[in-house]
Each structure stands twice: as structure tokens, then as C-alpha cells.
């Protein structure tokens, strides 16, 4: 279909932009937590990782893309913060009825079936539509696999020492 | 995939109809003064204007008598009007090419209602046909004429490419649930394609529930590796008493500086990066450079660098006490 052809556009930042914001997420972490105060490894590796997705959100484009939006979002909720971002959108739950879901079944009960389990693990994806979950879920995947390179070289880099 | 079948929109038909209708009954004397120079435009076009005219005329009578019977004026407002239009174009037009079906599709409005009375003027002066035929033609005339139209429109139209194109092929059905789902179906199976082509192995795997667990699976494991890596990460700790200042301090020791960069610069730095969207890898490194800038000259003492080529640079060690400054958690 030539109509569909130009939509799909997964683009991401080059890798040291998403090193460049995990950084500094870090850093930001350790102003917010001063070294000397006694915080629990399980608490400094949530942070962390909380850190870890929120500067991949800002790396990949902020709030353009609907998953980000929903880090950023969930991120902002969990600091108790109220963050209202621009151009907000109508929010929709697909939220599938019984009779939908039947009808579903009959079409295509697996795939439907998996697609649920993917709207669970990409963020902000139980408001899209499949199709959108697709394009979601491309550059969601993108976006994780850089940010685990970037991570990676950290890691090696940091037990050189 | 090739072949090119059209299906239009049923709300632009009813649209059309209704416009032409509309037209139709409100000025029917501005048919008659402009007549004389739509004829030449009929000759300008060529003969081939004529010649389907022609055909058209004597062929789509009998053919698709129930569809005459519908694209009367009076009833083409209600929605098996345009139903029954959409049946008809689609059968007489499949050989068509894709492009000319774009073309066609995403034509505005007031292009429409120009184009609708050229094509009645035309049919008039060409033969006095029952009104019933007339209006065949006229459709059948609109498409010809979209596809042979001039680059102004070709270009206007392209920039409206918000309808969607559906081709019906033979024995599909084509009421509108049916091409909703379709146009939905192929959406997805188009982006499953691209998901597959990122996730590895998935190329081995047929059918889309197979494709979809391996994505699942795959996205589980990158999530997974990343919770894992800030583990590490957080293990990897500097020393209770690692103090920022020392390493900075270092840093002036071993690269005389006359300006001592201070966390805060680093820190501004970046947030000033933060605020830029167009990121560019000399903004990246320029930011960095805010902090060791006596070591601009050697390219590998970037530590941003290590990211780019993989492999750790000589200048790497003194470079990770940098990290190590930003890294204390």
C-alpha cells in the first residue's frame, strides 16, 4: 500500500545522545542523593533504572512519541509531580469488551491475544491502536536496545578501573 | 498487489453527488454561456475524451442499468447512492494505474465542482443524452480527466493524501466494515514486517502469533537487560568518601588548566544540551569540551568517543574519573 509506505518513520538519535542524557540523569540522581547518605542498593538500582528509562524517553525524542509520553508521564507521576505536557491528546483505553473481544476471537484469537500482552509491555500502549502499537513498539525497541549498548559500555568502561 | 482497483471514499461521494446536484439545481443557466469554451477544452483534450464518451454512452446504459437508476440526482444524497457508486467504479476502472487511482481520490473540492461542469457542459453539447446517462459519463469523464490533468493539480492533490486507498480486489467484499478492516489488516501485517526485520531471528518465523511472542520476547529481554545493567551499575560504586573534587582536582594536576572545571559547569552543559532537539555530534562533544578542553586536540580523549567507535581509547582511563564524577550514585 502506497498510502502507508511514508508513515513509518522510527528514527533514533545517535548513541552518545542517549549516552549524553543517561549521564546526566545520573548525575542528577546524585545531587538529588548525596553519596554519604545511606541509601539501600535495592533503592540506588530502582533509581537507577528509573534513570536509565526516563533519559531514554528524553533521548528519543521526548514527548513526540506516544511511549515516551507515557515514561516521561508515569515517571513525573511517580515523583508526585504534576506535569502537563503540551498538545495533550484524548485519552482512549482499548479496553476490549466482551463482545469485541469475541468477535476478536474469531478473527484472530492469537494474534489479538498477543498484542494484549504487548500493550502491557510497551508503555503508554494500552491507549493505542494495533497498528500504532506496531509502529510503537519498533521504535520502543530501537530506543531499548541503544540505551542497553550505552549501558553496557558504561559498565565495562567502569570495571576497567 | 499490482493490480490497482479503486474503492472511493464513500463520504467524498456523497460529497461529489451532493455537489453536483447542488449545482445542478441552483444555477442551471450557468451551463449555456460557458459552453463555447469547454468545447475547446473537449478539443484540446484530445480525442480520447470523446471516443470513451462515446463508449461510455452507448455501453453504460445496459450494463449497469441499476446504477442509472441510482445516480439520479434526486436520490444520490442517501447512502446506497453512494454504495452503488463506489460498486460501479470499482468494476469500471480496475485496469487502471495505482497512480491515477491517487490522483483521482484526492481531488478538493472546488476542483470537483469545476471539473463536474466542464463534464456536463461537454456531455451536452456532445449528445442530448437522457440525464440518467449524462451523469455516467460525467463520472466516467471525472476520472479521465483526473488522470490526464495538468501538474498543478497533480501536485495539490498530493499534498492531500489524508483518504485512504483501498483496492477491492474481485470477490473481496466492499462495504465499508470490511475495507476498515482490511485497510487495518494490512496495516498491521506491514508493520509486523518492519518489526521483523529489527528483531533478530525473527525472520525464520511464519505467522504472526509466532512473530509476536518472539517481539514479546525480545522486548522482555531488553528490558530485562537493562534493569540487570543498572544492577551492575549500581554495584559498580565509588568509594563511600569518593569526593568529586578530588578527581577534578587530579585532572588539573595532570592537564595544567587554567580554568578549574567545576561539576556545576558539567552540569550546565548538559542542560543546555537538554534544551536543543537537533542534537549533532559536534553539539555533543562541544558540550563535553566545556570541562577538559585542553584536550580538544586529541580526538580519542573524547569519552564520548567510546561510545562511537566501540573500543576504549588510550585516553580512557583518566576519561572514566570524568564519568566516575557524573556516575556516583
Redesign the interface.
Known amino acids: ?4 509506505d511514508k508513515l ?1 518513520n ?1 528514527d533514533v ?5 542517549f ?3 543517561f ?2 540523569s ?2 542528577n ?3 538529588q ?1 548525596p ?2 547518605s545511606p541509601a539501600k ?1 535495592i533503592d ?2 530502582r ?3 528509573k ?3 526516563v533519559s531514554m524517553a ?1 533521548a528519543a ?2 514527548t513526540s512519541r506516544l511511549w515516551s509520553r507515557a515514561l516521561l508521564r508515569r515517571a513525573a507521576k511517580d515523583d508526585n509531580k504534576s506535569v502537563r505536557f503540551s498538545r495533550r491528546k484524548r485519552k482512549v483505553t482499548w479496553k476490549i469488551s466482551s463482545k469485541r473481544r469475541k468477535s476478536n476471537n474469531q478473527r ?1 484469537p ?2 489479538e491475544e ?2 494484549e ?2 500493550r502491557n ?2 508503555p503508554g500502549g494500552g491507549g493505542m491502536e ?2 500504532k502499537l ?2 510503537e ?2 521504535h ?3 530506543c ?2 541503544m ?15 | 498487489m499490482n493490480g490497482g482497483d479503486l474503492l472511493l471514499n464513500c463520504t467524498d461521494m456523497s460529497v461529489l453527488e451532493r455537489q453536483r446536484a447542488h449545482l445542478k439545481y441552483l444555477n442551471p443557466s450557468f451551463d449555456s454561456p460557458l459552453a463555447g469554451f469547454f468545447a475547446d477544452t473537449s478539443m484540446i483534450n484530445g480525442g480520447e475524451m470523446d471516443g470513451f464518451l462515446a463508449t461510455a454512452g452507448l455501453n453504460l446504459p445496459m450494463i449497469y442499468g441499476q446504477t442509472t437508476v441510482v445516480g439520479d440526482p434526486r436520490m444520490s444524497i442517501s447512502p446506497e447512492t453512494t454504495l452503488g457508486t463506489g460498486n460501479f467504479k470499482k468494476r469500471k476502472f480496475d485496469t487502471e494505474t495505482k497512480d491515477c487511482n491517487e490522483k483521482k481520490k484526492m481531488v478538493n473540492r472546488e476542483e470537483v465542482t469545476e471539473e463536474e461542469e466542464e463534464k456536463s457542459k461537454i456531455t451536452e453539447l456532445n449528445n442530448g443524452s437522457p440525464k440518467s446517462i449524462k451523469k455516467m459519463k460525467n463520472k466516467a469523464k471525472k476520472e479521465e480527466n483526473n488522470c490526464s490533468n495538468d501538474s498543478s493539480k497533480v501536485t495539490k492533490e498530493l499534498e492531500k493524501t489524508d483518504y485512504i486507498h483501498v483496492r477491492a480486489r474481485r470477490g473481496q467484499a466492499t462495504d465499508s466494515h470490511s475495507i476498515a478492516e482490511r485497510v487495518r489488516r494490512e496495516k498491521i501485517s506491514e508493520r509486523m514486517k518492519f518489526l521483523q526485520d529489527l528483531v533478530p531471528g525473527c525472520d525464520k518465523i511464519t505467522g504472526k502469533a509466532g512473530m509476536l511472542d518472539e517481539i514479546i520476547n525480545y522486548v522482555q529481554s531488553l528490558q530485562r537487560q537493562i534493569e540487570f545493567l543498572s544492577m551492575k551499575l549500581a554495584v559498580v560504586n565509588p568509594r563511600p568518601d569518593f569526593d568529586m573534587d578530588d578527581i577534578f582536582a587530579k585532572e588539573v594536576v595532570s592537564t595544567p588548566m587554567t580554568v578549574v572545571p567545576s561539576p556545576e559547569m558539567v552540569h550546565s552543559g548538559y542542560s543546555h544540551e537538554m534544551v536543543n532537539s537537533g542534537y549533532s555530534n559536534e553539539m555533543v562533544n562541544s558540550g563535553y569540551h566545556h570541562f577538559n578542553p585542553m584536550q580538544q586536540v586529541e580526538t580519542s580523549s573524547d569519552p564520548l568517543s567510546y561510545f562511537n567507535n566501540g573500543q576504549p581509547p588510550s585516553m580512557w582511563h583518566s576519561d572514566v574519573q570524568n564519568l566516575y564524577g557524573s556516575l556516583g550514585v
Open positions: 500500500m502506497a498510502s502507508a513509518i522510527t538519535p545517535e548513541k552518545d545522545v549516552a549524553l542524557h549521564l546526566q545520573l548525575s540522581l546524585k545531587t542523593n553519596l554519604n542498593s540506588r538500582v533509581k537507577i533504572k534513570a536509565a528509562y528524553r525524542g521526548g484472530a492469537v494474534v498477543a498484542a500482552r504487548l509491555l510497551v494495533t497498528s506496531m509502529e513498539t519498533a520502543y525497541i530501537k531499548l536496545s540505551q542497553v549498548k550505552v549501558m553496557q559500555c558504561l559498565v565495562d568502561g567502569l570495571s576497567q578501573k
